[in-house]
Nanobody, 126 residues
């Protein structure tokens, strides 16, 4: 079992930055690929970014590429999402998730992730 807890969300103006953190407990995080997803009110959950177990591969949704950066520190069992140049359409609850398997095949598929955090709210004002 892996327990995930997100933090770092909040209210920010458009153009601003936030860094989300996802701390893991239970089994070591270093064996899991990690992803960030988000869900806005009235919309389906969508993929944001993913990183392989060793940080060697990263994947991004086209809507955030160039603005967001996913990283991890396995020694701290923590995954980060640095979000720059935030836009009002980035407003959502952000979730981190953990999974095994071949990340490059379906990194954006939420059902492929085994463990989820409770989410942290990000609100971007215009």
């Amino acid at each position: 079992q892996v327990q995930l807890v997100e933090s770092g969300g909040g209210l920010v103006q458009a153009g601003g930055s936030l860094r989300l953190s996802c701390a893991a407990s239970g089994r070591t995080l270093s064996t899991y690929h990690m992803g960030w997803f988000r869900q806005a009110p009235g919309k389906e959950r969508e993929f944001v970014a993913a990183v392989s177990w060793n940080g060697g591969s990263t994947y991004y949704a086209s809507s955030v590429k160039g603005r967001f950066t996913i990283s991890r520190d396995n020694a701290k069992s923590t995954v980060y999402l640095q979000m720059n140049s935030l836009k009002p359409e980035d407003t959502a609850v952000y979730y981190c998730a953990a999974r095994l398997g071949l990340l490059q095949i379906n990194y954006g598929l939420g059902s492929a992730y085994n463990y989820w955090g409770q989410g942290t709210q990000v609100t971007v004002s215009s």
